[in-house]
């Protein structure tokens, strides 16, 4: 079964500074995808990036962009010049791209933004 | 426009009644979920549902039967609702060929 580790329940950074929240898999697939969910106070569930396997360029968007170590069964998310509105729950996430796959989270890093 | 929506938001009962959640999505997506986040935030697959077939049924108490009337709807009901059902239930949806999914707003359930 494939499980999926955030190692750090919670992170502080100093508002425009730089953060990087880790994630770690586990899965014999070869082909799979990967992904970061922010969910703030409102609880909305909402998509950052995301990453397929076979790809090895890293996936950016904006301010957000991951480091994907396929070997290593890493990918990493790092938050530049972070802002306020970035205060949340991040979970990453695992799909093996089966169809109608429901993803496996993992326990999420609470995030804060020191203004 | 709201692409996953779900109704109620919030829903709070007495142990032993039975409930439903509705969930509807205007994406045109074929494929279908619901998820279960406890309160410590963790997120667990319960059903997917892929063109009204269902597709998995994780280890979930029977009490819980997903319906599926057509492409668009996945609802959720549950029977003799228990203390342990308390919390956060989100739907989601997926088009066919790819493994994004969008998350409704989730249902906050209570049982006292």
């Known amino acids: 079964a494939q499980t999926v580790t955030q190692s750090q329940p919670e992170m502080s950074v100093q508002e425009a500074e730089t953060v990087t929240l880790s994630c770690t898999y586990d899965?014999?697939?070869?082909?799979?995808?990967l992904f970061w969910y922010k969910q703030p106070p409102s609880r909305q569930m909402i998509l950052v990036i995301r990453?397929?396997?076979?790809k090895q360029q890293n996936a950016t968007e904006n301010r957000f962009s991951v480091n994907f170590q396929k070997a290593a069964k890493s990918f990493s998310l790092k938050i530049s010049d972070s802002q306020l509105g970035d205060a949340a729950m991040y979970f990453c996430?695992?799909?093996w791209g089966g169809g109608a796959d429901g993803l496996t989270f993992g326990k999420g890093t609470h995030l804060i933004i020191q203004p | 426009d709201t692409a996953v929506s779900q109704t109620p938001k919030y829903l709070v009962t007495q142990m032993g009644n039975d409930k439903s959640i509705k969930c509807e999505q205007n994406l045109g997506h074929d494929t279908m979920y619901w998820y279960k986040q406890d309160s410590k935030k963790f997120l667990k697959i319960m059903f997917s549902?892929?063109?009204?077939?269902?597709?998995i049924n994780e280890t979930v108490p029977n009490r819980f039967s997903p319906k599926s009337p057509d492409k668009a709807h996945l609802n959720l009901h549950i029977n003799s609702l228990e203390l342990g059902d308390s919390a956060v239930y989100f739907c989601a949806s997926s088009p066919l060929d790819e493994e994004t999914q969008y998350f409704g707003p989730g249902t906050r359930l209570l049982v006292l």
């Open positions: 996430a695992y799909s």
């Open positions: 549902y892929n063109n009204k077939e269902l597709i």
């Open positions: 899965t014999s697939e070869s082909d799979y995808y």
């Open positions: 990453q397929e396997a076979y």
